[in-house]
């Protein structure tokens, strides 16, 4: 039986993180949630999380600037972005830095989860 796939996701706004921990909790996959990028960097699930959901704006570091980070770092996680604030410069950097998907809040469940099979499936060039 292949172990369940661990998602982290981070947003600083709690509502966002409990939702979308209920959400991906219920179909069955392992959740851990963040208020912070520096929280998730200095966590335990760094290092076996299977994919990063994170809010692109945060405060301290962005979500693109820790997937930078986590780049540079020779980590190769895929990442999902979502965001109250959807433009084009955003987007474009999001995905030249290595995103999987760029949603925009609010987007619908049928939408999160495809980009999320995407993004464990492998590379791909999923954008939202």
């Known amino acids: 039986m292949p172990a369940p796939s661990i998602i982290s996701v981070i947003d600083d706004d ?4 409990l939702a979308t ?17 520096h929280e998730f960097l200095q966590s335990a699930h760094l290092e ?31 990442f999902i972005f979502m965001t109250a604030f959807p433009d084009e410069a955003v987007r ?4 030249k830095a290595g995103a999987t998907c760029f949603l925009a809040k609010p987007f619908s469940t049928p939408t999160l989860l495809q980009c999320l ?9 999923a954008t939202m």
């Open 21 to 37: 921990n209920n959400l991906l909790t219920s179909r069955g996959y392992t959740v851990y949630t963040f208020g912070s990028a």
């Open 14 to 17: 709690a509502s966002v993180r």
């Open 117 to 125: 099979e995407t993004a464990l499936s492998g590379p791909g060039d």
């Open 48 to 78: 076996t999380t299977s994919c990063v959901i994170a809010d692109v704006q945060m405060s301290v570091m962005s979500g693109v600037e820790l997937l930078t980070h986590m780049r540079s770092h020779g980590r190769i996680t895929p």
């Open 92 to 95: 474009d950097r999001a995905q």
